[in-house]
């Protein structure tokens, strides 16, 4: 137990101030400043806590300790600065602590880490839909990936500005609801179905953040398709409609490849190139040298690259026919890192270079009186992407292969087999005999000529 000290009076704890140093240690000299605790009686163990003074100030910072013992520790507990509480107060304050410590059990410092927890707690229920849609905004900037992630940052950031913080962002979290969410989606739902459910997937995500807070009403994730927003909303696949990307079919390549070689262009190579890979647009735009083994005659494409592969670890070797070489030998090595660079000094063709070549060709063939090459299920321009629904419905026809060997050309590992082809190697043989059919397939017309 603390000893007894002698009771001081109001005016005595005014003047109580820092010590000195009475003996040379630590770096510190005798007479130096150094903090210093006062009994100031009425309570046993109930001191003021004296500081040195710093500059400009002539008082040191003082406030009030009780010392005391919870169970079997020994504990200094703060009771608050001097003057802001006067000797009185403080001798209150610790008479009520050291009574309730005796009498009731009560242990201060676990009561000020609980209030602090709630504290805490309360703080986080106070977060809105846009603090938190921040935070999720930020963590998904770390972990884009890519030929360009900061098209990915500005997507998702348009997407919630324009579909989410309107409607949600000042809401508080804890009273969010499936109806507000109902609410934001039902303006797009139908019209813009794949945006729609990219938004409402967006939205369950930046409420798992705080899923486990216990912030949510009823500790339910409003965003919820399954068991939640599924009552609400049609389902996205009975009112939506996948868009194919059009395409000239594979009966027109022949004619289509003819003029297209008459073009002496980069983005026109890069067109024969992706033909002929059944790559993306984007793959073959962002193709890089240092993928390239023409030793054997392969093209590896990072897992990273492919949309939609889900093992970003998992890459895709495209085997390169005769022509592909060719074209790969034409481009300039001056020491850029993209096969197909841009004009004017760009490291990389325009996203629309590709379309815009198939374009020019359509609109070329049809004043020169020609059919031009129209998609004949949309009735629009075919795409450079719908050049893979051509290969693939020659494979289907004409290529003589199995379905799954197709589908691994097209960097597709939807189904079992194409899994179980992946892991035998990817197939290089036979993909490399259907992609050399099918170069000479669409080249029919021109070697004819030669």
């Not at 590709?354 to 063939?365: F, Q």
């Not at 020659?394 to 292969?401: A, D, I, K, Q, R």
């Not at 097209?410 to 050399?436: D, F, V």
Request: charged share 30%.
């Amino acid at each position: 137990m603390p000893k007894l000290a002698a009771e001081l009076g109001a005016l005595q704890v005014k003047r109580l101030s820092h010590g000195t140093v009475t003996k040379a240690q630590n770096g510190k000299k005798v007479g130096d400043p150094c903090k210093k605790m006062h009994a100031v009686g009425g309570v046993a163990g109930l001191s003021l806590y004296c500081r040195p003074p710093t500059k400009p100030k002539s008082v040191g910072a003082r406030s009030w300790i009780l010392r005391t013992v919870i169970g079997e520790n020994r504990v200094d507990l703060g009771l608050g600065s001097y003057p802001e509480v006067p000797l009185a107060q403080a001798r209150d304050k610790a008479r009520e602590i050291k009574d309730k410590i005796r009498f009731e059990g009560y242990d201060p410092i676990a009561a000020q880490r609980a209030a602090k927890s709630q504290l805490i707690a309360d703080k986080a229920k106070q977060r809105t839909f846009a603090d938190v849609a921040q935070q999720y905004f930020e963590k998904k900037c770390l972990e884009f990936r890519g030929v360009n992630p900061k098209k990915q940052a500005r997507r998702l950031e348009q997407h919630l500005e324009d579909y989410c913080l309107h409607l949600l962002g000042n809401m508080l979290m804890a009273d969010l609801e499936t109806r507000h969410v109902v609410l934001a989606l039902n303006a797009i739902w139908l019209e813009k179905t794949s945006t729609a459910e990219r938004v409402r997937i967006t939205i369950n995500n930046i409420c798992e953040m705080v899923q486990n807070d216990g912030v949510l009403r009823n500790g339910l994730n409003p965003g919820r398709w399954r068991g939640n927003l599924e009552y609400f909303l049609a389902s996205p696949a009975a009112i939506h409609d996948e868009e194919h990307q059009p395409t000239l079919g594979y009966e027109s390549l022949p004619r289509f490849w003819k003029l297209l070689q008459q073009r002496d262009t980069i983005p026109a190579r890069a067109l024969e190139f992706q033909v002929l890979t059944a790559a993306r647009p984007g793959e073959v735009r962002f193709a890089e040298w240092k993928e390239i083994d023409f030793k054997e005659r392969v093209w590896t494409v990072p897992g990273w690259k492919i949309k939609g592969r889900k093992d970003k670890r998992k890459n895709h070797k495209v085997p390169l026919t005769k022509r592909a070489i060719e074209i790969l030998k034409m481009m300039p090595r001056d020491g850029g890192v993209y096969i197909f660079p841009g004009y004017r000094g760009k490291e990389t063709m325009s996203e629309n270079a590709l379309n815009l070549t198939v374009k020019e060709i359509h609109l070329a063939d049809s004043k020169a009186g020609g059919p031009g090459f129209i998609d004949l299920e949309s009735g629009k321009v075919g795409t450079a992407h719908g050049m893979r629904s051509a290969f693939k419905d020659f494979s289907t026809e004409e290529g003589h292969v199995d379905d799954y060997v197709s589908e691994l050309a097209l960097s597709h590992l939807e189904t079992s087999s194409a899994r179980s082809a992946y892991k035998r190697g990817q197939l290089i043989p036979k993909r490399r005999k259907l992609m050399n059919s099918f170069e000479k397939y669409v080249s029919a017309l021109v070697k004819t000529e030669n």
